[in-house]
């Protein structure tokens, strides 16, 4: 599996998560799944270097929280 970077708005805030799928698309649905009111910004494959600098929040597995 990959891993993706989601980025949502939640009402006046805006959000950027990381997220373990198959593709962009599958990222996306978890995200809207877990917040049915956001807006997805964005998907996109998580670039190592710059997410090490600068981590993102990660959606946590239900069955391990």
């Known amino acids: ?3 993706y970077t ?3 708005k939640l009402a006046t805030r805006t959000k950027a998560l990381t997220i373990e799928a198959e593709d962009a698309l599958l990222a996306a ?3 809207k799944l877990e917040n049915p009111e956001a807006l ?8 190592r270097r710059g997410d090490r600098r600068h981590p993102h929040d990660t959606l ?5 929280a």
């Open 6 to 8: 989601v980025g949502l």
């Open 60 to 64: 946590r597995d239900k069955k391990t």
């Open 29 to 31: 649905l978890k995200m």
């Open 40 to 47: 997805i910004t964005y998907v996109r494959k998580s670039n």
């Open 1 to 3: 599996m990959t891993i």
